[in-house]
């Protein structure tokens, strides 16, 4: 399996100048073959292959006056930029004729210039080194190692962010890594105060760095809507706001990370409820505290890592209900309000706190077992292509649990 190793970097100003030329060059290739494209389209005819297209604005464009200035960079990231370009085309052309799960995909846009900047080399444009990492027409840039690299690696690609730091991604080619495996097996349960409810008993709660920080933000973006787009001052203001943007999502990173890593690790099956997060957001007033969160990327790190370890990963569906039926004896006691955080079952008498009973009836749901009369021990658990117009990712499946 393949995965992505990332650093930071830290070019000089001479190198600083030259990854700007760099990303330009690519930025420009981009927008005129697109623009290109676009123009064909309009007049009735094909899309031009990717050949044609790399021989009309690399190798002939060099020849011109008007870009005789892409020969000043290496030519590996202008070819892997029509590459990008290419790949982006057929995942359109694929969405629109339902070959390609998922939401979906719209047409390749212009790149921008203050947006994040990127350039690719592949093997022959780049050259690993103990302290260094050299790439073609730019030279040795200081690297930070903060983990090996396992393998030599296939690709890197430069980034700039918008707070302008600079990162280097290598993709590698790895091996699964098989854990020992456990007898351990968890159900868990997403919320907004707690963000998640094993069932256990546990709770963790989320650090939500956009809560803590919502002042100065709001003060960053009001001091940016003062200054005249383009100045320096304008420039000066940009940055100090990406900044502390990216310092907010590096903390929500950092924990999702963590925690999924931890779960996996201690688990072998992980089983999560299915949630419609691209509808949930669409709530005006939820929309902020479930960007916050990031209930979605948490389940990607689970999925990504659960594969990786060799464990078992189970998503239920979104209409179980999970939070209305009794964990020990099965009853079903009807829809409860949000505001009730506990609640006592007509039927054997027991009180649940409303998490914990969920996440239990989530680990049931997902085909394990351990409650005293073991209740849904008798489930079968199977895997099904959600409908296209629920879900909210490229890629979803939705586990029905059916009793016998």
Not at 232 to 247: I, M, S
Not at 302 to 325: C, D, M, N
Not at 367 to 394: L, P
Request: positive net charge; glycine residues 6%; contains cysteine.
């Amino acid at each position: 399996m393949k995965a992505r190793y990332r650093y930071r970097i830290y070019p000089t100003v001479g190198q600083q100048m030259a990854l700007a030329k760099l990303f330009g060059c690519c930025r420009v290739v981009f927008n005129d073959a697109l623009a290109f494209c676009i123009e064909q389209y309009q007049k009735g005819e094909k899309k031009p292959k990717n050949g044609e297209l790399q021989k009309r604005f690399i190798t002939q464009a060099k020849k011109t006056l008007e870009r005789q200035w892409l020969t000043e960079v290496s030519n590996i990231p202008l070819q892997q930029s029509l590459n990008d370009l290419e790949q982006a085309y057929q995942n359109f052309f694929k969405s629109c004729k339902g070959h390609r799960k998922g939401k979906p995909v719209r047409p390749p846009r212009f790149k921008k210039r203050h947006a994040k900047q990127s350039a690719r080399f592949r093997q022959g444009g780049f050259k690993v080194t103990q302290n260094f990492v050299k790439l073609a027409k730019i030279g040795k840039i200081k690297i930070v190692w903060s983990r090996s690299l396992p393998v030599q690696p296939s690709s890197v690609t430069v980034i700039k962010d918008a707070a302008g730091r600079y990162f280097v991604s290598f993709v590698v080619e790895i091996a699964s890594c098989v854990l020992p495996k456990t007898e351990n097996s968890v159900g868990i349960d997403l919320g907004i105060a707690t963000f998640a409810t094993l069932d256990n008993g546990q709770k963790i709660d989320a650090p939500k760095p956009l809560k803590k920080r919502i002042n100065r933000l709001r003060r960053l973006s009001k001091n940016l809507s003062r200054k005249n787009r383009g100045s320096n001052r304008y420039e000066l203001a940009r940055k100090r706001k990406a900044k502390l943007q990216a310092k907010l999502k590096d903390t929500r990173t950092d924990f999702l990370h963590k925690l999924s890593t931890q779960i996996i690790h201690e688990n072998q099956t992980i089983v999560l409820e299915d949630l419609n997060v691209a509808g949930m957001l669409k709530n005006r007033k939820l929309s902020r505290a479930l960007s916050d969160l990031g209930w979605r990327q948490f389940r990607t790190y689970l999925e990504g890592k659960a594969e990786k370890y060799g464990r078992e990963f189970r998503v239920i569906s979104r209409w179980e209900p999970t939070s209305q039926t009794c964990s020990c004896c099965g009853f079903r006691g009807g829809k409860l309000d949000l505001s009730i955080r506990e609640w006592t079952c007509l039927n054997c008498g027991a009180t649940h706190d409303r998490d914990i009973n969920a996440a239990k009836n989530i680990k049931v749901a997902g085909g394990h077992s351990e409650t005293q009369t073991g209740r849904g021990g008798k489930r079968k658990t199977f895997v099904k292509e959600a409908v296209s117009c629920e879900t909210s990712t490229q890629r979803e499946y939705v586990q029905l649990a059916l009793f016998d």
